[in-house]
């Protein structure tokens, strides 16, 4: 596997830009919403990335890693034919969706 893992590297060159992330996100990306709380009107919200191959998946976590946000680790789906990784720190999904251009850069009053 590691022999496969540097010889394919190449294959999926690092980003570089936030335009690359939104790009993949918009075309395999969700947003998730659950109640890890148990308490009313209190929702957690994720960002979930997901993607068939392992080392697309590695690339965009590389780069959300190296611009300081907090991911999960690369996971397998549950069906087991794709790879996901995802973002769950509030301020992490803020400034992710601001990175992406989702959010205005700074606070609306």
Same mark, same amino acid.
């Given at each position: ?9 190449? $294959? ?11 790009? +993949? ?16 009107? %209190? @929702?957690? @919200? ?20 190296? +611009? ?7 996971? %397998?789906?549950? %069906? ?16 992710? @969706? ?6 205005? $850069?700074?606070?609306?009053?």
């Amino acid at each position: 596997m590691l022999l496969y893992r540097l010889f394919t590297s190449w $294959l999926v060159p690092p980003y570089s830009m936030w335009q690359q992330v939104a790009g +993949h996100f918009d075309g395999d990306g969700t947003i998730s919403f659950s109640d890890v709380t148990n308490r009313p009107f %209190k @929702l957690g @919200l994720s960002l979930i990335d997901v993607d068939q191959s392992v080392d697309q998946i590695t690339t965009v976590r590389s780069f959300l890693l190296n +611009h300081g946000f907090r991911t999960s680790n690369v996971l %397998k789906t549950s %069906k087991g034919s794709a790879w996901m990784v995802a973002v769950s720190e509030f301020s992490s999904v803020r400034e992710t @969706l601001r990175g992406m251009g989702a959010l205005p $850069l700074q606070e609306v009053e």
